[in-house]
């Protein structure tokens, strides 16, 4: 049992899955982009912790950036996407992989990607480290995916409560 803030959580990956799997997707990155030079874009603050473990497991030529977007308000997503920190590099003929810590909804990755296309990548796709699509409200391609979840709410490694419990090393979902 974890509590976080006012609410307890229990646990539901552990720590070595968690990376036993996010080194596989990123074999899955290497052997896909193995002739190219992709740049990750990594969504903060959520995906840091996914990206970190990500990388180390990415050995091709690469490049890394950052964007931070908010969409969440406590346990719920609110789909409006609100751009805080933003992509300061051209993107124009690179091959883009969005790192996103959970993909639910969809409406935050869809904004993201219109906003990023935009900019003529000559590639786009998006690794995420936990699916859930039972909770999609838009369709959405995720061709990296670490985990696909049931639609619970979920804390730990990187993925918060109210800004709270990115630091726990493993997944734990909310108590029922």
């Known amino acids: 049992m974890q509590v976080v803030k006012d609410k307890q959580f229990v646990p539901f990956i552990d720590k070595q899955t968690l990376e036993e799997r996010i080194a596989e997707v990123g074999r899955k990155i290497s052997e896909d982009y193995r002739d190219k030079t992709p740049l990750f874009v990594v969504v903060l603050n959520g995906a840091f912790l996914f990206a970190a473990e990500l990388i180390k497991n990415v050995p091709i030529p690469c490049e890394i950036t950052f964007v931070r977007v908010s969409s969440y308000s406590k346990t719920e997503s609110t789909g409006q996407l609100k751009e805080i920190l933003g992509l300061k590099e051209s993107i124009e003929g690179r091959h883009v992989i969005i ?78």
């Open 99 to 176: 790192v996103e810590d959970i993909v639910d909804t969809g409406l935050t990755m869809n904004k993201l990607l219109f906003q990023l296309s935009v900019q003529k990548p000559d590639s786009i796709q998006v690794a995420s480290m936990l699916f859930k699509p039972a909770a999609l409200k838009t369709p959405l391609t995720v061709k990296y995916v670490g985990f696909e979840i049931e639609n619970r709410f979920v804390v730990g490694y990187g993925l918060d409560y109210d800004e709270q419990g990115r630091n726990l090393d493993a997944i734990y979902v909310l108590a029922d």
